[in-house]
Every structure is written in structure tokens, then in C-alpha cells.
């Protein structure tokens, strides 16, 4: 179960740790939008040369109208994750403070940059910009859904800031709720010039695979981080999705109302199974149980792939299904509750 407890979406170490497991397998291991959007893919003729830079920059506006933020307060990376790793590599923080529980790659990318990581609690934050470089807050938290109020974090930044810090807030999670997030408050006012929000494209549109995020920043972090990159950070798929998925306010505003309703339809299918919900998102729900290592189990020997936590043993975390997929799922929730 460790391999699984690092990160969601290892169906192929799922198949051959479960070889008899029902196929196909359902994965509700990432809090990934199960309805993704109907994105046309790029041309031949793009997919056949390098992005122009300006390709590229019409994205990163695009997805910057979204934020309510300038263009040049945004850059396109390869996914979120890949930002991740790039602030860890360049920031040049040694003392990294991480409100915790958390996503666990943000540790894994500040550990391989050799930066001390310290976790903290939520009652320690103010004491936080005391003591660190840089911290990081995930906003909505993965995996307990916990959301800080955009004015705490801003007055963060700032706090970091007069000692020259950094304040990362990870917004994977914010497209899916009706909030602005802090995105909006890069570079605003003097307050928030250490502050970066992180932003993902593929788990609210639900095309991960395309490997679209964003960092926005201050602009003089972004040159920098421009800098690093080169000028073709994404592809002309990740590109053609964006410009079109951004400019597409109804089918964010259908979406994010259907996503509410399925995971209300998610907590009562897990209660009725036994387990508790203790938080979340609409993209994700985490579920308790004194059994839920055992269930864990047993949901992946039918073929559902769940994500459960080493540090929390008794905690589950599921994604949405398909909607074809909820039969089978309610069927085998209702078995492992057993």
C-alpha cells in the first residue's frame, strides 16, 4: 500500500500489484474532473513545428483574463507539477515551511533541492513567517478541502516579504469552487510582491494529459522564470485546449455546478458504506473509516483505484467517477463495507 499512498493515478503498478482485479479499472485516486472538456486538438500543421512564442503568450493571456490578473503575471509550464519543481530549483529558499496535511510533491521537490522542509500546523501560521524562507500553502488543501481566506494569506506575503520570503500558495483545486483564489492578488499592491499562486489546467477541465499549469507572479519572477524555460514550455495540443477551454464561462459555470451535485451524490454513497466524510473538494472527497486500509484493498481487487494516506491510515480520498462508473462503484463499496 506505500506505493500508493505517494501519489493518486499508478494504474499500472495497480494492475500488477491486483493482476485479477475487474477491468476496466476505475481510477479515483486523482481529483480529476471524470467529464473532461470537448477540446479540439491542434492542427497538423502546429503539431508539425515548434509553438511560436506568441502562441504560447496567447495562452498564458488567456488563462490570465481567467485569473483576473496581467498577461504578464503568468507563465505557461508543462502541468503544475512541472512549477512546482521550478520555484524549488530557482527560488533559492533553505528553510521551506509547509502547512500541513499537504500534497506531498511540493516536500519531494524542495528535499531534492536540498532545502530543509518543515511541516506546521494551521495555528502556527503567523509564527511560519518568522521562521521561514518560503512557505507553502495548498488552497483548496489536498486532501481535507480546508480553504484560508485570501486577505490571511496576502497579509502572509507580506510578512514574508519584508524579510525577503516567498509565500506559495498551490491553487490546483480553485477552479472547481465559485472562489477567486489569490491569483488575482499577485502583484496588486506591495503586499503581495512574494506571493505565488500555482494554477492547473487538467484536473478542472479534465485533461491532465495534456500537462498544462501556470505559475502567476510578480513580473520580475516571471522574466526569471521565462528565463529557465526557453520559449516552448508547452505544446501545441496543451496550447489549442487553453485558448479554447478558458474563453468557454458557460461550460466553467455548468461544470462547476454539476461537480457540487456529484459530490453531494458522493458523500451519501460513501455514508451509506460505512464511512465518514471528513472534507474535500468537488473533485475529491476524503472519507474516514477504522477499516480503510482493508477497504482500500478490497476496492482495488474489483478493479477502483483509491488513494490512501501513510500518515492517516484511516483516511481514503475519492475522485469522482464516471458517471457510467457509479453503478459499479456503489455495487463494491457496498461489498467492502462487509
Same mark, same amino acid.
Given at each position: 500500500?506505500?506505493?500508493?499512498?505517494?501519489?493518486?493515478?499508478?494504474?499500472?503498478?495497480?494492475?500488477?500489484?491486483?493482476?485479477?482485479?475487474?477491468?476496466?479499472?476505475?481510477?479515483?485516486?486523482?481529483?480529476?474532473?471524470?467529464?473532461?472538456?470537448?477540446?479540439?486538438?491542434?492542427?497538423?500543421?502546429?503539431?508539425?513545428?515548434?509553438?511560436?512564442?506568441?502562441?504560447?503568450?496567447?495562452?498564458?493571456?488567456?488563462?490570465?483574463?481567467?485569473?483576473?490578473?496581467?498577461?504578464?503575471?503568468?507563465?505557461?509550464?508543462?502541468?503544475?507539477?512541472?512549477? =512546482?519543481?521550478? @520555484?524549488?530549483?530557482? $527560488? !533559492?529558499?533553505?528553510? +521551506? /515551511?509547509?502547512?500541513?496535511? &499537504?500534497? #506531498?510533491?511540493?516536500?519531494?521537490?524542495?528535499?531534492?533541492?536540498?532545502?530543509?522542509?518543515?511541516?506546521?500546523?494551521?495555528?502556527?501560521?503567523?509564527?511560519?513567517?518568522?521562521?521561514?524562507?518560503?512557505?507553502?500553502?495548498?488552497?483548496?488543501?489536498?486532501?481535507?478541502?480546508?480553504?484560508?481566506?485570501?486577505?490571511?494569506?496576502?497579509?502572509?506575503?507580506?510578512?514574508?516579504?519584508?524579510?525577503?520570503?516567498?509565500?506559495?500558495?498551490?491553487?490546483?483545486?480553485?477552479?472547481?469552487?465559485?472562489?477567486?483564489?489569490?491569483?488575482?492578488?499577485?502583484?496588486?499592491?506591495?503586499?503581495?510582491?512574494?506571493?505565488?499562486?500555482?494554477?492547473?489546467?487538467?484536473?478542472?477541465?479534465?485533461?491532465?494529459?495534456?500537462?498544462?499549469?501556470?505559475?502567476?507572479?510578480?513580473?520580475?519572477? =516571471?522574466?526569471? @522564470?521565462?528565463?529557465? $524555460? !526557453?520559449?516552448?514550455? +508547452? /505544446?501545441?495540443?496543451?496550447? &489549442?485546449? #487553453?485558448?479554447?477551454?478558458?474563453?468557454?464561462?458557460?461550460?466553467?459555470?455548468?461544470?462547476?455546478?454539476?461537480?457540487?451535485?456529484?459530490?453531494?451524490?458522493?458523500?451519501?454513497?460513501?455514508?451509506?458504506?460505512?464511512?465518514?466524510?471528513?472534507?474535500?473538494?468537488?473533485?475529491?472527497?476524503?472519507?474516514?473509516?477504522?477499516?480503510?486500509?482493508?477497504?482500500?484493498?478490497?476496492?482495488?481487487?474489483?478493479?477502483?483505484?483509491?488513494?490512501?494516506?501513510?500518515?492517516?491510515?484511516?483516511?481514503?480520498?475519492?475522485?469522482?467517477?464516471?458517471?457510467?462508473?457509479?453503478?459499479?462503484?456503489?455495487?463494491?463499496?457496498?461489498?467492502?463495507?462487509?
Amino acid at each position: 500500500m506505500e506505493t500508493f499512498a505517494v501519489h493518486g493515478g499508478r494504474l499500472g503498478q495497480a494492475r500488477r500489484r491486483f493482476p485479477g482485479a475487474a477491468e476496466p479499472w476505475i481510477d479515483l485516486s486523482t481529483g480529476i474532473n471524470p467529464v473532461p472538456y470537448p477540446a479540439r486538438p491542434a492542427t497538423s500543421a502546429a503539431r508539425g513545428r515548434l509553438p511560436d512564442p506568441e502562441e504560447t503568450g496567447a495562452v498564458e493571456t488567456a488563462a490570465a483574463r481567467a485569473f483576473g490578473v496581467g498577461a504578464d503575471a503568468v507563465l505557461a509550464t508543462a502541468g503544475a507539477e512541472a512549477a =512546482i519543481r521550478l @520555484l524549488a530549483s530557482c $527560488l !533559492g529558499a533553505r528553510h +521551506v /515551511g509547509i502547512l500541513e496535511p &499537504a500534497y #506531498g510533491g511540493h516536500g519531494e521537490a524542495w528535499r531534492a533541492v536540498g532545502a530543509t522542509v518543515t511541516g506546521f500546523a494551521l495555528g502556527d501560521l503567523r509564527e511560519a513567517a518568522e521562521r521561514f524562507d518560503a512557505v507553502v500553502v495548498v488552497n483548496p488543501n489536498n486532501p481535507d478541502g480546508a480553504i484560508l481566506p485570501g486577505d490571511a494569506l496576502v497579509d502572509l506575503a507580506g510578512r514574508l516579504g519584508a524579510r525577503d520570503g516567498w509565500l506559495i500558495v498551490d491553487e490546483a483545486f480553485v477552479e472547481a469552487s465559485s472562489a477567486p483564489g489569490v491569483a488575482a492578488s499577485v502583484g496588486s499592491h506591495w503586499a503581495a510582491e512574494r506571493l505565488i499562486a500555482l494554477r492547473s489546467f487538467g484536473k478542472f477541465y479534465g485533461l491532465p494529459g495534456l500537462r498544462l499549469g501556470f505559475v502567476t507572479a510578480h513580473s520580475d519572477l =516571471i522574466a526569471r @522564470l521565462r528565463l529557465r $524555460l !526557453g520559449e516552448w514550455p +508547452v /505544446g501545441a495540443d496543451a496550447i &489549442a485546449a #487553453g485558448l479554447q477551454a478558458y474563453a468557454d464561462e458557460v461550460w466553467a459555470t455548468k461544470t462547476r455546478r454539476r461537480l457540487a451535485e456529484e459530490a453531494a451524490r458522493l458523500d451519501a454513497l460513501l455514508v451509506r458504506s460505512g464511512m465518514e466524510v471528513v472534507g474535500g473538494t468537488s473533485l475529491f472527497r476524503l472519507a474516514a473509516a477504522d477499516n480503510a486500509q482493508n477497504r482500500f484493498m478490497r476496492l482495488a481487487e474489483a478493479g477502483i483505484l483509491t488513494r490512501p494516506f501513510d500518515y492517516a491510515p484511516h483516511w481514503l480520498r475519492f475522485g469522482l467517477p464516471h458517471p457510467d462508473h457509479w453503478p459499479r462503484l456503489e455495487a463494491t463499496l457496498q461489498e467492502s463495507a462487509s
